[in-house]
């Protein structure tokens, strides 16, 4: 019953923004933690950012930082990624991930287009 759905993905021009959301149900959202990848077509998945639970610490990839900020939300059981100053190698489905009690659980994923 572990439920990821992403939303806010869509086409976006060079240098805009965009906020991706992922709605959790189905399990304990405050003590888990949460991570979002992307994949390319013909690229390997690679994580973009993650956040850990109590909110402790947040990491991202060296290609996002200072650009991407990862936050989330316990009241609302959702976690968001907000993306600045976008780049046409941005474009990527975004995926949202939980690990909870050893066990990883995934989103179907947010297609994010830059392009102009």
């Known amino acids: 019953q572990v439920q990821l759905v992403e939303s806010g993905g869509g086409l976006v021009q060079p240098g805009g923004s965009l906020r991706l959301s992922c709605a959790a149900s189905?399990?304990?959202?405050?003590?888990?933690?949460m991570y979002w990848y992307r994949q390319a077509p013909g690229k390997e998945r690679e994580m973009v950012a993650v956040?850990?639970?109590?909110?402790?610490?947040?990491n991202y990839a060296a290609s996002v930082k200072g650009r991407f900020t990862v936050s989330r939300d316990n009241a609302k059981n959702t976690v968001y990624l907000q993306m600045n100053s976008l780049r046409p190698e941005d474009t990527a489905v975004y995926y949202c991930?939980?690990?909870?009690?050893?066990?990883?659980?995934w989103g179907r994923g947010t297609q994010v287009t830059v392009s102009s």
């Open positions: 956040i850990t639970h109590s909110i402790v610490s947040t």
């Open positions: 189905g399990f304990t959202f405050s003590m888990s933690t």
């Open positions: 991930s939980a690990l909870f009690r050893g066990n990883y659980y």
